[in-house]
Every structure is written in structure tokens, then in C-alpha cells.
Nanobody, 115 residues
Framework: QLVESGGGLVQPGGSLGLSCAAS??????????MAWYRQTPGKQRELVAQ???????NYADSVKGRFTISRDNARNTVYLQMNSLRPEDTAVYYC?????????WGQGTRVTVSS
């Protein structure tokens, strides 16, 4: 089970941090590829950032230099620090855990960037 938290309303240029805690039958969290996706109405869910078990990261071009993904394997948690937020970052953000053919999603947390 993945539970996201940290969403909310923030002004343009502001910062927000998201967390995703994994629980349940996850004995080897550190082996999972963890990622954050986002989705807006009428659009496909898009990859925002990804972090491998080895700590390698990958970002969408639109968030490079502004967002940082990290993980704490001891806490079974992945984070997304979002800085210099823009109105176009407004979306529901979803946490994803993947290992092999297995993939799990959180329920999503809404981020609204507006003045």
C-alpha cells in the first residue's frame, strides 16, 4: 500500500514537499523503482520523476532543476521536493512502486499552484 501526503495549495514560485510511505507486504522496499507521476483532467498520467534502487534519478524535462526525488529505504518512503512551482504543475500527483512486472499506485494527492 502506498500513501501519499503533502499536497495542497501553493503560490507560484513557492515550494511543496510530497511524501509516499509504503506499507504492508513490502519487505524489500529498497529493490523497488519508485516514481512520481501526475495527471490533469483529460490528459494521460505523465512521469515526473523516478528513482531506482541504486539511487539513479530521472526527471521530466519540465521539472528538471526544480524538483528533486529522493528515498529513505529505512523508512520505506519516497519524497518529491518541488521548488519554483508553476501553475502548470497543478495536478494530482501519484506515487508508483515497480519491481519486475509488479506495479502499485497510491491514491494521489492534489497539488494546486495558484495565486
Amino acid at each position: 500500500q502506498l500513501v501519499e501526503s503533502g499536497g495542497g495549495l501553493v503560490q507560484p514560485g513557492g515550494s511543496l514537499g510530497l511524501s509516499c510511505a509504503a506499507s504492508g507486504n513490502i519487505f524489500t522496499f529498497n529493490n523497488y523503482v519508485m516514481a512520481w507521476y501526475r495527471q490533469t483532467p483529460g490528459k494521460q498520467r505523465e512521469l515526473v520523476a523516478q528513482i531506482t534502487s541504486g539511487g539513479n534519478t530521472n526527471y521530466a524535462d519540465s521539472v528538471k532543476g526544480r524538483f528533486t526525488i529522493s528515498r529513505d529505504n529505512a523508512r520505506n518512503t519516497v519524497y518529491l521536493q518541488m521548488n519554483s512551482l508553476r501553475p502548470e504543475d497543478t495536478a494530482v500527483y501519484y506515487c508508483n512502486a515497480k519491481i519486475g512486472a509488479y506495479s502499485d499506485w497510491g491514491q494521489g494527492t492534489r497539488v494546486t499552484v495558484s495565486s
